[in-house]
């Protein structure tokens, strides 16, 4: 119930391609899902984040899409550049009866190769 | 640029040595977090202070001590740890729910 489901475990894009990592959990609860990027040697960053009242959040290169009833939530990254090589985690969480308890997914080691 | 800070960045220790993890942060945020991550593994949470006082503490071993002196501080405290201990030891803060900020780590490494 509390496990976040993480797909694939590495990704290898060619520049300018489309980076796309897929998610799944089981609590109908969770009502916050953000991905962080995780650079080697770094802290994980927030990168994107959404809520369940949407379906589709954009920023820049970076959508994430959410299907409620099928409880996933995906990752896409257009135009991927080298520069966007690092480990992806999404993550869920549940109100805020919950401070702060992440559930993370196994993560997503991306090369966006030249 | 992370602004919560952590400092050492990398830490080599004995098994018998006390040492301490800091961090710091200044934006406002009133609750801090100490995450575990080993190597290709996603962040483990430890602890959660709220408001200064600990409100999670995913039953961490008693070697590992929480400390919050106040709003923009907290420290971990280590003493007699074992060579699985040596991981990278995540500080985050946050406002709200999920909307985590982390640090940068610090890499302990138990001899």
């Known amino acids: 119930q509390q496990q976040v489901k993480q797909s694939p475990q590495s990704l290898i894009v060619q520049k300018g391609g489309i980076s796309i990592i897929n998610c799944a959990y089981e609590?109908?609860?969770?009502?916050?899902f953000p991905w962080y990027q995780q650079f080697p040697g770094k802290g994980p960053a927030l990168l994107i984040a959404?809520?369940?009242?949407?379906s589709e959040k954009k920023e820049g290169r970076f959508t994430i899409s959410f299907n409620k009833s099928a409880k996933q939530f995906s990752l896409h990254i257009m135009d991927s550049q080298p520069g966007d090589s690092a480990t992806y985690f999404c993550?869920?969480?549940?109100?805020?009866?919950?401070?702060?308890?992440?559930?993370f997914g196994q993560g997503t080691t991306l090369q966006v190769k030249p | 640029d992370t602004e919560v800070t952590q400092t050492p960045k990398h830490l080599v220790m004995g098994m018998t040595n006390k040492k301490s993890l800091k961090c710091e942060q200044h934006?406002?945020?009133?609750?801090m977090y100490w995450y575990k991550q080993k190597a290709k593994k996603p962040p483990e949470l430890m602890f959660v202070?709220?408001?200064?006082?600990?409100?999670i503490n995913e039953s961490v071993p008693s070697r590992f001590s929480p400390e919050c002196p106040n709003s923009s501080l907290l420290n971990l405290h280590l003493h007699a740890l074992q060579p699985e201990d040596s991981a990278l030891y995540l500080c985050?803060?946050?406002?709200?729910?999920?909307?985590?900020?982390f640090g940068e780590g610090s890499r302990l490494t138990v001899l």
């Open positions: 202070y709220s408001y200064e006082k600990l409100s």
């Open positions: 993550a869920a969480s549940r109100g805020s009866s919950n401070t702060g308890k992440l559930i």
């Open positions: 609590n109908t609860a969770f009502d916050y």
């Open positions: 959404i809520r369940p009242d949407v």
């Open positions: 934006m406002g945020h009133r609750a």
């Open positions: 985050a803060s946050s406002f709200n729910t999920g909307e985590l900020f």
